[in-house]
């Protein structure tokens, strides 16, 4: 795994997590989960059974969201474009499995975000008709990850966008193909980079979009030892943001190394006390902005998952929430994902 690499995957390790379990608080909380991945690497294989696995710790996870990632289930032929589809088509199928009942309640995958090159502006309109196909009734939109940085050190290898992607006049005539199609738009970028994701809201106010990992702090490299500074630029930021009403907020992805809050470092996992304690500000800031209606907490596993354990970490979401009004909770924990990603109501 190169440096850059482990910059974004800290290695999953069950015996750590395993050094601390805890009840799940209010386990009668319906929730949605709009934010997590399967995939089939080497060494790290999670799929639907490791998934089962998590959701069955004592939460009460109904539907989830299937975001892309996996460079291990795209088409192996067929034009370089097209290939992302593959990816579609493994996720409906996981979630035809899941409709099924035959793994319980679980509606696992009932919204998918597939990959696409927006860059291909109009040529882009074939991807993501196969896409709609490969997805029948549960695709919804693209991510495409802009994350950008002057540090190299902080780009996942996978994905090195250049630094004027979301201006340039190519990926914008791909936002208009999603607009024409009533997609969304999964936007995973820095935090420093909110500024270019405002000037694109403003553009396309008819798409959907959601911020992932609570626009995406930063505090290691050329960050580390700067959390007031980054705090300052970032809540700044977000509240441009915020007044882009077809913008909404992923409350969540504060477990990857790239924070820098570095509970994965310490010889005994995290209790959702702790994590509560460090993600406060940040989350509480994203809700206070943003409003409980354009919020939704999300898992992003398994990446976050080298950090913390998935119980313990919608626990650390119920205390953040613990001062909120029951519709607020609604909102946060299943309502605002079921409207973004145009789910059935699950309670």
């Not at 069950?14 to 089939?40: G, K, N, Y």
């Not at 809050?261 to 460090?278: I, K, Q, W």
């Not at 313990?312 to 519709?327: D, E, F, L, V, Y």
């Amino acid at each position: 795994m190169t440096h850059s690499m482990q910059q974004h995957q800290i290695p999953v390790r069950e015996d750590w997590l395993a050094t601390c379990v805890e009840d799940a608080i209010d386990p009668a909380q319906p929730i949605i989960d709009p934010h997590h991945h399967l995939w089939d690497q080497p060494g790290w294989r999670y799929l639907l059974d490791e998934l089962l696995a998590d959701l069955a710790t004592g939460h009460d996870v109904r539907a989830t969201v299937y975001v892309q990632s996996s460079r291990s289930l795209l088409r192996a032929d067929g034009p370089a474009e097209m290939r992302a589809v593959g990816e579609t088509e493994f996720a409906n199928g996981v979630a035809a499995m899941c409709a099924s009942g035959r793994y319980g309640a679980i509606r696992a995958c009932a919204g998918i975000v597939g990959a696409a090159d927006l860059r291909l502006g109009a040529a882009v309109a074939p991807v993501l008709e196969a896409h709609a196909k490969a997805g029948g009734d549960r695709f919804r939109g693209i991510r495409h990850i802009a994350t950008w940085d002057p540090d190299p050190a902080m780009l996942n290898p996978s994905y090195t966008p250049p630094e004027d992607m979301m201006d340039s006049a190519g990926f914008r005539a791909g936002m208009a193909e999603l607009g024409k199609r009533g997609m969304t738009f999964d936007a995973w970028i820095y935090f420093h980079q909110l500024p270019k994701l405002v000037a694109l809201a403003r553009a396309f106010p008819q798409v959907p979009i959601v911020l992932d990992h609570c626009g995406g702090i930063l505090g290691i490299g050329r960050y580390e030892g700067k959390r007031d500074e980054v705090f300052a630029a970032w809540s700044g930021h977000m509240r441009d943001l915020a007044t882009c009403p077809n913008v909404m907020v992923k409350v969540g992805g504060l477990g990857m190394r790239l924070p820098g809050f570095g509970f994965e470092t310490r010889p005994r996992a995290p209790s959702s006390a702790e994590l509560a304690e460090a993600w406060r500000p940040w989350m509480e800031h994203c809700i206070e902005t943003f409003g409980a209606a354009r919020c939704m907490f999300e898992s992003n596993f398994p990446v976050d998952k080298g950090g913390y354990a998935y119980a313990i970490g919608w626990n650390a979401m119920k205390r953040i929430a613990a001062g909120a009004s029951a519709s607020e909770k609604t909102d946060l924990f299943w309502r605002s994902a079921a409207r973004f990603y145009r789910l059935p109501e699950i309670a």
